[in-house]
């Protein structure tokens, strides 16, 4: 799973997004810098996007499910929301180990990186968020929001 | 499926059929085991008859209604038909659901019976007959004889029983002969204090019964014995009053007395119907133009025609045992009147004897809703809301289609112009406010609130109705439109004003 979850945030390439230390750490490179035995943020982070985004997503088509929240701005609305939410959980859980010094001192680190990273879990939650609203085997169960999609909402 | 031939005789014979047609197209439906398939044939020698011009365009659009949208999707579920398509004769008919009256049209009452050629004692015995005076369309007066028949029989059955003896060697009525079965019903609509129903029904009735003694007609025994109902509609109106018009309020009781004391005779007294309905209100309301028929005779649409309609419901509720006849004689004749619960000037529904509020207040609150949304909201919705949006979709294309654009606009049209001229009527029947908020739209009726229901209006009604066609499957758009909403607005009725079936 954590290859998976590497792969993809390391799909837009290490760089220019983040660096290959910040891949490491990620990937639970630990603090005495031995092994790969730390948290392993890469899957961590990579599920709390998917729990957000399927949230939200059903907080939209099944939980308020309202001819008033079908719109193509409403798709948006929820899409931004989507965004914001996973870019700060990415952006936020390395920025407070680096502002806690909580990781192996020869990876060099910094606030870019963060910024990186959390650009490319918004950017898979956005994806995340057209496919499970494409597919229709889900969306066709909403009573209003069956036909709302990033193609046709 | 058994028929339902209609007889609609003079001009409130098209009022009550145009009642019916209303009551059908919300879905009230007998409470019967068997469906029947309603034949309306309008005999009324004035064909500019407005009203008979707009219970024809009803009918018509009500037909291509129904036969696009099926008949099992709630609105418009009873089949309409015109008597033309039940025949494979060579001479079918026009396909119109008007009797065509011969030599009527232009034609004095005089040139009619041939009064030129009769021998002198004949001569005597018509004018001694047909004495009196009338007026013609030009409002001179002028003897009977010389009355001009196509602005119908001015209130004179004596001309309009002569007239409409016809009907006995009319195609029509060949065709209604021979495709009569045995389970087939005969429903006559007719007004009492006028000239055409008077004259009209007991000949209608009579010319049924003696099918035996008709060689021109098949189907003999059925028609003899054949079940049939009939309203015969007793004075209603206040009429205006004009010193030069023939016909006045006054008459009214005294030709209906007459024509009474005809029937005791005719009618009720040899036991040739089997179920008779007698409708009638001396409330003095407000008087109707006094229009002998020259200018051509459109009235308000009135309660007791609404009422009178639904006699045709309870007709087909009855069952075949109560309607047995035997050599063209009822065995257990069934006679009604219909009475409300208040005497009210406004009827609303709780005004209603508790079987006719039943019967009606749901079906025709749907059908408002429906018009409501249709009208104020489709617009905003269409292409946009899910059921809009799911296949077949109703989108821009279809209401641009003849049949959203004429044929049911048109009728919903009709549906609530016939709705505020019963509202406007004295004696009214005003059970809606057709321009409020859904949630007002019954009078007497406060929608249930709590603090988790949420309030009825345009959007919580296209949340009902995506989840009403969520994974249904429709044949067409049309009939996709008219079974969605039927289920809807049934379920906001039922859940949200606590109306019943």
Known sequence: ?153 | MARLYIFAIGGTGSRVLKSLTMLLASGVKPNSEKNFEIVPIIIDPHKSNKDLKRTERLLGNYQTISNEAGLDSGFFSTKITTLDRLTTSQNRLSGSFTFNLQEVGGRKFSEYIGFSQLDEPNKALADILFSGKSINKRHEEVNLLDVEMDIGFVGNPNIGSIVLNQVKDSQEFKDFASNFNEDDRVFIISSIFGGTGAAGFPTILKNIRDAMNNRNIDGKGFLQDAKIGAVTVLPYFNIEKDSDSPIQKSDFIAKTKAALYYYKDNVTGNNSINSLYYIADNYSGKPYKNDPGDNGQKNDAHFVEMASALAIIDFLETPDSDLETSEGKALKPIYKEFGIRKDSSNIKFSDLEDYTERKIAMRLSQLVLFRKYLTEHLSNAIEKEAWSNDSPEINKKFIDDTFYRTNLSEFLSSFADWLKEMSDNKRGFSPFNLDSTIEALIEGRTVKSGWFTSRVDFPSMDNKLSKQGKGKTYSSASQKLIKLFYDTTEEILTSKFGLKN
């Not at chain 1, 220019?16 to 092994?35: A, V």
């Not at chain 1, 008033?68 to 870019?87: D, E, G, Y």
């Not at chain 1, 609203?133 to 999609?149: A, D, E, Y």
């Open chain 1, 1 to 153: 799973m954590e290859e998976f979850f590497a792969s993809l945030y390391e799909w837009f390439g290490l760089n220019p997004l983040f660096s290959t230390d910040m891949g490491d750490q990620l990937r639970g490179w630990d603090i005495t810098c031995t092994d790969y035995i730390g948290t392993p943020w890469y899957v961590i982070i990579g599920w709390s996007m998917i729990a957000v985004t399927a949230v939200l997503y059903a907080l939209q088509y099944h939980i308020i499910d309202s001819s008033r929240w079908k719109n193509k701005t409403h798709w948006w609305l929820f899409a931004l929301i989507i965004v914001i939410l996973n870019f700060l959980i990415a952006f936020l859980i390395p920025y407070n180990s680096i502002q806690a010094g909580d990781y192996c001192n020869q990876l060099n680190l910094s606030v870019s990186d963060c910024i990186g990273f959390g650009l490319s879990n918004a950017v898979w939650s956005f994806i995340l968020f057209i496919i499970i609203t494409t597919i229709p085997v889900f969306r066709k169960l909403s009573n209003n929001c069956r036909h709302t999609t990033f193609w046709k909402p």
